[in-house]
């Protein structure tokens, strides 16, 4: 199991502000994010309706929603996973494991422009078969386990 490694780019006294689609539910992250990686795993790929999805994984006490409890779905995805959701638009807010401390948002979200340092894609064993990888950043079968 991989230990967590930081960015580097997010001081502990930046915030990062998100939002879903509609603006129905808002939300804020405080430094920094430990890593940024793009999963190719098939349940990311059904819930963003995308080749991959992009979050930031940070400590659970460093997320906290700031506007829009009433529109927060959440559904089991795995014994271990829940994902949160908007019930107004649909877009994805975050997944995490209760039991591990950790959650992940998707980058897509913020409203704050911010540029990580590093990134990585997982679970690339599982990617979308049209889809290419040709950047250089480093590429795993499954996870790196930072967030297990």
Do not use: N
Not at 38 to 52: D, E, P, Q, T
Not at 61 to 78: E, W
Not at 112 to 131: E, G, L, N, R, Y
């Amino acid at each position: 199991m991989a230990l967590l490694e930081s960015t580097g780019v997010a001081s502990m006294s930046e915030i990062l502000e998100g939002r879903c689609l509609c603006g129905a539910v808002a939300f804020e992250v405080q430094g920094p994010v430990e890593r940024v990686s793009h999963c190719h795993c098939s349940m990311c790929r059904k819930g963003h309706g995308a080749a991959f999805a992009t979050y930031g994984t940070v400590r659970a006490a460093q997320h906290r929603f700031t506007r829009g409890d009433a529109h927060i779905g959440r559904y089991t995805s795995s014994p271990t996973v829940e994902r949160c959701f908007c019930t107004r638009c649909g877009s994805p807010l975050l997944w995490h494991e209760p039991s591990s401390g950790w959650l992940a948002f998707p980058l897509g979200a913020l409203e704050t422009a911010w540029q990580p340092a590093q990134h990585m894609h997982i679970f690339v064993d599982s990617k979308a078969p049209w889809f290419e990888i040709t950047d250089h950043w480093p590429q795993y079968a499954r996870s790196t386990g930072a967030h297990e």
